[in-house]
């Protein structure tokens, strides 16, 4: 009898374990897919790369312009 099935196909991304090599490859692409673009200000994940470039130029303004506090008059 051969027996040397034991080997699992775990994935490293969410610890599933899949039943062939094949079926591993076509997991891992679906993860590929989901967070292949991310912010690099709030590490949010986008599939289409122009939607990641077009909210980093919003987010990226928020982060860097600062919130004046100090500046609220008093009286
Ligand atoms: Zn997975
Ligand atoms: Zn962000």
Redesign the pocket.
């Known amino acids: 009898m051969d027996t040397h099935e034991d080997t699992a196909y775990e994935c490293h991304v969410c610890r599933r374990v899949l039943n062939s090599r094949r079926t591993l490859r076509k997991h891992l692409l679906a993860h590929e897919d989901k967070c292949r673009h991310i912010?690099?200000?709030?590490?949010?994940a986008f599939k289409i790369r122009q939607t990641l470039k077009d909210?980093?130029k919003t987010?990226?303004l928020a982060v860097s312009v600062p919130v004046a506090k100090n500046e609220v008059e008093a009286m």
Request: with cysteine; charged share 20%; proline share 0%.
């Open positions: 912010c690099s200000y709030c590490n949010k909210y980093m987010d990226g």
